[in-house]
Structure formats: structure tokens, C-alpha cells
């Protein structure tokens, strides 16, 4: 279809005067041919006149009139031959105006409904943005195509990531489209793609084949399998199929592979500024009376700087760019679980915390119900009722967005109250009675009564849901939200401790007593290196005398290496611990072998570190020299330490004799120094300890109880943690911050805290605070080596969720039987498949790769898999000359930008419009203007980012009231935009190809190269004259 019409003329002309009179490169005047020709033509008839006045003496007057006549005749022909006679062609090009439509069908408009559900309309049945537009477009009432078409063809465009090329134009008396067909051209349909350009009676017997499958939907999987199936797509013969539907249709199908792609593409997001400057682009030669955008105005792609790009180019090409938004400008109500934190791995018989990160969007201030439900080891979250279920409640606190935190207490030794858990996630007595006794037959008839029936989880991997009921206001399809399946591994592990000091001091002696006792309780094992006496075994630890060690472990040995060592060495392996506690110990007596052991235990097994600084030796690292035998152990150290035999900065000499207090500047997120498990309070139990009262004020400066000297330090290093601070002013660092007493530092797997001084002091107002301390802290330090795992030869990192379509990265860090990395030159493979699969054919193979990230290496491979399909997947990298394996899970998902923010933006929708004051000019009725101001007035929306970039077109903000109306509008008041639209027609004359006449003839024949030989009329007819003026002339004897 064309919206120009054009129509062809000729006329006479004579070519010679339409070209130049060019006198040695001067271009002169057209006319001088004439001037000229005429003066040769009087002077060749002079001549003729003079001669046969000369002839008339010899013959009579009236034969030399006719001979004379026949040499005029002669010449006048051959000037008018000069002049070149000819018919012109021209080509009069009638151009119509034309306005321009552009929507957006990307998913945000034919997937969101803005529309609240209710009991009477559930989520799937309310309109979404396509169905509101193509109900406007639809509309009789409204006719807004109709009125377009009044005045103006209609050319159509669609956009999503960027602008679809192919158009479709409407003109007046053509055909309308019903509303299905409107909504496959908008849905991108491709069997509607396929059919186009065949007769009514083609596209009939085409949907009728068995390929065409006309009940499935035209997907890009359903044009794939129809464009493979071959001449089955055709329908036969006896059906009457044209021959001009059928080249039509092979047409369509050579060209659906492309167009799937491109589909492909217009579905990945929306750039709106880049796809209307295209249309602004491609039509700026084509008399556009106006473009019409219909969007959300949500664009995933392009530049801010694209908008008044736009707006410049609209505006010099003299098209006005009229906004509709479609959508309403509300925030969207949704609930998120963001995510749910878990620990690895918890004791059966101790309590562990769950917490659920929420986000309210919409919900600031409100308070919603949440539930967690517990499973027990055995049962399928997606099958089973869960076994227990606790409530809780979460409050959406302001923010951007409202968020929310719940916390989850299991506590296995909660008798009251809420945290209380019904007996069946427990063990029995007799249970744990028999496994104590290790006999079969001894289990108990009973269950034992009171304080000794002890209450363990059973062991075993529990699984947990968090789920949220769905706001009332919330479009959201099910009655609740859930979160994704978490689990804990319930598991007897007692903690493996080094005590490492260099003389019995009395946190030394409280702490193995409180750790002897964690031992026979099966909650610890304890093994002790006591320095100044302790190393010959004769002082009696408590300890099984292999533990009692004698020199600094030496050794760091993993899988079948560590088990083929002497047992009598076993204890002298670093990787037999989880956590070292350090008192004040003789660094002196350590090789630098053994401090390189202890870096690589940290570093990469994860291990713990508490070092508890003193008097005695610490000053060793603080004065050994640069690069010397410390320079390990001052690399572990999360502080640089000062000499404790000189004075604080400034030289001040303290008081020592006043209890001081803490501070806790990082103690937010620090579970062990919660002393008093029954406060909610992170801190509780200081405040009690230092002032004897539950929570402090303003007027607490002097402490009852407390700390009264600590060990000195020069700074704290870089990505340490400050958790707490000696409140004592004359003890300040040189900047003026409080000096630092408890100091935490990941390095980089494990941990290393650092204690300026004893904690024994504790005990005066509690034990159960100083145990609780020291039990906590020991765990905290040892997190790490929890968190690796069951395999201790690696670690193997990788992200949780993917996208289908995407590379999944991954990186494993391997180590050998000696704790070293693996060499680059082992070959790594790793292997992925389906969790619930296990068919071979779906384990593929990953090659991993050396990865050098630094000057040393450090045993890192990684490796890249391509995931196409959504589901669970198993990762499995086996660690080569080992039975052990790093394994991991990952959950790939359909991931769209387009829904992960669906609500309009008016700011773009109204900034890329157009001034109104462009299309009043052309409006004759004052009517239709009125109602224009009345439909833009008041829709002026405000610049929400002061930082974007402006231009010297940009208006004020919408606050100052000054800045001009634009051409935006909804579809409620979109009505009047074909009123806006005038037409206007031009018209062209193209010059066409110019026909001789002076060489018109007969065809004599033919020429040995089939050229045809013409002899043309007035070469006849000069000849015929000068033949017969010759003869004339020869009978009258004439000369």
C-alpha cells in the first residue's frame, strides 16, 4: 500500500533551449541559440533572395520565386532540426501528509495489570495495558483511528528493546482490523506473520492444515517446528491453493527464521527515547503531521540524553511528538522474600537463629504475619505438611524499599513461651539415654521426668519455608508468598580447640576448665600447649595425654594424608583444629615454617585465631624488626601492636587501679557478645556487668564493675572490625578514637580476633557470662571451618541462581593432601545435570581452567557452562587423586528485567512530548484548542532527579508553575489528538525522459548486428527538396 499517488504528462518542447550556451566554460542564456540561429537563417535566405534575383534575368520570375522557396524550405528545416523537437515526460507526484503511531509491546504491556484484584475478578482475569489500549483503539465512540484516517493515512510502528522496522499503513476505505488481529500484531503473533499477504481464501486452507496446529498459540518454538516441517505446511493441490498464495507463503516461511530472531530481540526490554528517534529518523522526509506514542514510558535500555536528542530532532523537523502513558502512575504493592539466613550446620541440643529479609514495596509502616514451617529430616517440603509451624510478625520500616527483618528462635532448650517446640522434633530421653550408654539393651522403658530429660533435635538435614500472606492490595496470583527451601544440617560436631599459652594466667586456667567441661559433655575436644612448664606433660591438664602437646602443631595434612600420620603426631596437625586461643603466647619459640603453616590453616582451611594479647610476650611482634621472623605473624595480627613497656601517646601513664567500660561501636551483628540469651538486646549482659543494671543512660559514665587495663596499640589495619573500645579517655590513639580492646578480621576465609586484655573479671558478676562469652567467641572464630563443608581439599564458589540463556561461572580453589594448592598443570573437570535426573546423558561436562588472579598461586581453576533450560541443577567438581568432590546446587530461573520494575514513568513519557504550543497555530476551531489546554493542563510532571542531565530546552520544574504544557496525555484523555492533526498535500514534478521527434522514420532493415537501419522523415524530405530544386534548375539550364 502507498499513500502517494502519482500521474505522467508530456508536452512539446524544444531541447536545444533547455540546455546552457556554454562559450569556453562560460555558461551564457538559453536564448542566445535563437539570437544566433535566427542570424544564420535571415543570412542563409539573403543569400538565397540575392542569388535568384541574379537567376530571374535568365528564366521567368515566378520559377526563380519557387527555387528560391525550395532552398527557405530546406534551410527552415534544418534549423528546426537545430532546435531538437522533442516530447517531454513529467511525472506529477501527488505526497500525502501521513501520521505516525508507535506502541510499545514490550512485557510490561502485555503482562502487567495495574487493575487491584478482588473475590469477584481474580489476577487472571483483569486487563492488562494491552487490553486497556486495545480496547481505546477499539472503541467506536472514541474512533480515534478512524478520525486519523479522516484526514491522514496512519503508518504503524511497534517497539520493545529497540524499533521494529516493519510498518503497516491504514488508509481511508480500506479495510479495518477487528480487534483479534490488533491483538496478534501487538502480541508479535507469528502465525498472523505468516499468513500475511495471502488471500482470505489462502489464509483459510492454510489454518486448516494438520502443521499449522491452529489451537496452539504462534510462539517462537511453534514457528521454529513449522518452518522444519517441510511441504506438509502447503496445502495441497486438490484444496485450490493459488499459485500467488503459495509464493507467498514460501516467501514468509524463508524469511520466519530471521523474523524470530528479531522478535527475539524486541522481547529482551524497552528502550522507548532510541526507538521513537528512529521513527523520527526514518519518516523526517515524509510530511508527518504528528507521532503518536502509546507506552508505560518504562524503558531497561538507552540513555537519559536520548530524550532531548528527540526532542531537538522532533522539533527541527517540525513533527510534534504526542505522549500517551498507558498504566496508572500508583506504587505497586509487593511483597519479597529477599532472602531467609540460615547457618550450615548447629548442634542438636543449641539454639540457632533463622532470619527472614522481607521487602514491604508499598507497605511502609504496615504489619504483616509470618510464617515459618519447619520440616524434619526425611520429609519433602514440596509433598509433606510441615511438622511444626512458628508465627511471627514483620514490620516494613521506611525506606527505599520499606523492608522488614523477622527472626526465627529454634531453641531446643526453650521449656515456655513461644520459642517452645513440641516434642516430636526431638529425640526421646530413652534415645539419648541409649546413645550415651552406647548399649543397645539399655534402653529405657520410660522417659525420664524433669531436668534430666534433655531435649536434642533429631540429627539429620532439616528443611525450612518462610511464607507471607499476599497483601490485599497486591496484584499476586497465589494466596501467599513462599520462599525458596533452606536447610540446616543438624549434626553432633563438637568444636576442636587449641589452647596455646605461654604461662597458666587466669583466663587460661578458667577457659580450659569451662572447655574440659564442653568436653565431657561431648561438645568440645581440647587439646593444650602450655609453654612455660606444660611441654614435658608432667602438670595435669585434664587432657588425654597424646593432647598435651609440646611443641606448636608442625604439620597441616588433609584426607587420606592425614590419616596415614603416626597418632601419636595426630595432634601435632593443625587441621585437626577449628579454633587456636592464643594467651599471651612465647611467639619467639615458633619457626617461621610453623607461622607460614598457621597463615596457610587460615587462609585457606578456614581455621579460627583468638589472640589474647599480655604483658609477657606480645611486645615481641610489636618491636621485631621489619621483615624479619615476625613478619608473618604481624601480617595476622588485625591490629599493629605497641610496646606495652612504654607509655601511651603523648606519654601518658594511666590509672590502672579505676574499672573502666566498653564500648561497642560494631556490635550489631555480633552474636557472641550477647551475654544474657533471655534479653532480646544484642548487648545484654554488659550493661548489668559494668553499671549493674539492665540497660545504661545518659548519667552511667562511671562503671561499677569493668576492665582495668588492656594492651596497647598503635592503629587498626585496614578491613579490621572495631567491636569494641575502651571507654577510658587518657587511653585514646593518637586521632583521638577510643582505643580499641576487641578487634575481628577475616583473612580471607578464616577469622582472627584480636582481645586487648583478660575477660576473667566476667566472672565477678556472672560465670555464666564469661562461659557464654568465651563459648560464643570460639565459635564465632571457628565459623569458617563450619561453613566449608564436608570436604576440607577446596572450596568451590559459584553464584545460587542463573538465567536460562546464560554462562554459569564457577571457581574452585583446590588443595592437596600437604595443604597446598594444586599444581596448574592438573586437569580439572567438573560436571552438571539435573538434581533429578540420572540419566548419563544429562551430566555435561565442565573444563576448568588455571585461573592466575595474583604473582602466587593459589590452586584456583574456573570454568564456564552454558544453561538453556530452567530447573535444579548438581554441580560436582571431583578433586583429582582424591575421593573427595566440592559440590554445590544452583537453581536456574526465567529472569525478565521487564517484570522486575513495572511501574510507569510518566518522567520520560513527559519530557519526550512535545510543547502544545507546536500544534495550536494549525487548529482553526478555538473549540478544539480549549479542550486541548484543558486535556494537558495540570499534567505536568516534576523532574524527580535533580542530578539528570539538562539542556538549554529544558523547562522548569512543574513546582514553579511556569513551565509550558506539553503534548501528553492518557488514554482517557488521548480522544482529542486526532483534532491536533491537519492534512496537507504536495505536489512534485519530476522531469522524465525526452523522445526526439526530428529523427522519426522507417526501418529500412536490419544491420549485421540486428541493429535496425532508420531513414528518418526529414532527412527525406530535405533531400526530396534539393532533388527537386537540382532538377528544376537543370531543365531551366540554370547553372
Known sequence: MNDNQTATQTEFVFRRLSEGFNVFGLELPSWLWVFFLVIVLVAGIAYVVVMYIKDSRSVHWAWAILLGGLRCTVYGLLAIVFLLPSCQTWERAEKRSRVVLIFDVSESMTKVTDDIPSAGKPVDKLETRLDKLLRFLSDEQVAFLSKLMEKNPVVVYRFGSRLDEETQLFIRGEPKWTNAEWQSWMKLDFKFWALQGLSEDGKRLVQDTPAFEADKPGSGEWAIQWVRKGDEIYPGPETGFSADDRKKLEENRSKLDKRVEVVRQLLQGTNVGDSVLGVVNREANNMVQGIVVFSDGRSTHGAESTLAELRLRARRENIPVFSVIVGEDRLPISIQIVDVQTPEQAPPNEKFVIRAEIDGIGLPGKKKPVYLDIFQPGDDPKKAKPIHTIEGEVTFQPGEPPHGQVEFNIDPTATEGKDRLPQELFKSAATIAKEKAGDEKDKPKEEPKGPANVRELIEGEWKFTVRVPKDDGEAFLDKEHKSDIVAVQIVKKPIRVLLFAGGPTRDFQFVRTMLVREKDQKRAELSIFLQNEGRDGRDVQDVEPERRLNRFPTTLLLGDAAAKVDPKE???????????????????????????????????QAGGLIIVAGPVHTYQVASAEEGGKFKVLQELFPVIPGDSRLPLAGGVRRNTKKPWYLNFPGAKDQEFLKLDDDKA???????????????????????????????????????????????????????GSEHPFLVTMDYPKGKIIYLGGEMYRLRSRKIEYYERFWVKLARYASAGTRVRGSSKRGVLVMGKQFTAGNFVRLEAQMFGPDS??????????GFISPTNSSDPKDRKEIKLSPKRSSVTWGGWFQGRHLVENPGEYQIEVPIPNSPDALRGKIIVKESNPELDMIRPDPLTMYHMASDMEEVVPRITDKAV????RKAVEGRRVRRDNPMAEKTDEDEPTAASGTDKPRLFFDLKTAGIIPECMVSAIKEENNKGKAEDLWDKGFVLGYDHRNVPVRIPFVLLAIVGLLSMEWLIRKLLRLA
Open 681 to 735: 538486646h544484642p548487648l545484654a549482659g554488659w550493661d548489668e556487668f559494668f553499671f549493674r543494671k539492665e540497660r545504661r543512660d545518659e548519667r552511667d559514665t562511671e562503671a561499677k564493675n569493668g576492665f582495668y587495663d588492656f594492651y596497647p596499640v598503635q592503629s587498626v589495619k585496614k578491613g579490621a572490625d572495631v567491636v569494641a573500645t575502651f571507654a577510658d579517655p587518657q587511653a585514646r590513639l593518637q586521632d
Open 929 to 932: 484548542v480549549e479542550r486541548l
Open 820 to 829: 597446598n594448592p594444586l599444581p596448574e598443570t592438573v586437569e580439572v573437570k
Open 570 to 604: 595426630k595432634y601435632y596437625n593443625l587441621d585437626q583444629y577449628d579454633v587456636i586461643i592464643a594467651f599471651d603466647p612465647d611467639w619467639s619459640e615458633l619457626l617461621p615454617e610453623q607461622f607460614n603453616l598457621l597463615k596457610t590453616w587460615i587462609e585457606n
